[in-house]
Every structure is written in structure tokens, then in C-alpha cells.
């Protein structure tokens, strides 16, 4: 029974982190995916005026490193 609670409880944690075991959770998930989308955006070629949506955004890390790879009168917009 304690182990359902907990899985129930990490479930909702990834769908929508909140309180100290959300913050955990975005950390984790940060340290393990900011590698993989950098090598990513680092392949990308952005041109001078690009838009990106960012769905699903999180703490906006992905977003913010979206808009750092971007030229200067790009537009990058996140949407939880």
C-alpha cells in the first residue's frame, strides 16, 4: 500500500511538480536532459528572426536556453 501511495505520488510530481519534491524532480530532470537539448539546439541554424513556442515549459530552463541560442530579434514564448 505504501508503495502505491508513493508511486502515485511521483506520477503526480511529473505531471505537475509542486513543493520541495517537485523542486527535486525539475533538478533532476534538468541535470539529466540540459546536456541532450544543448547538443541539440547546438545543431539547429537560427535565422535572424526565428519563433519558437516552448510547450510544456516546466521552470523554463529549455526555454531560456532556446532563447540564448537564438539571433537577437528572435522571439521565444513558453506555454506551460
Aim: aromatic share 8%.
Amino acid at each position: 500500500l505504501l508503495a502505491w501511495i508513493g508511486c502515485r505520488a511521483l506520477l503526480g510530481q511529473s505531471k505537475r511538480p509542486r513543493g520541495p519534491l517537485g523542486q527535486r524532480m525539475m533538478a533532476l530532470w534538468n541535470r539529466t536532459y540540459a546536456p541532450i537539448y544543448a547538443q541539440g539546439l547546438a545543431r539547429l541554424v537560427f535565422s535572424a528572426e526565428e519563433r519558437i513556442l516552448s510547450l510544456g515549459v516546466g521552470d523554463g530552463l529549455f526555454t531560456s536556453m532556446s532563447a540564448e541560442a537564438c539571433k537577437t530579434q528572435s522571439t521565444v514564448a513558453g506555454i506551460e
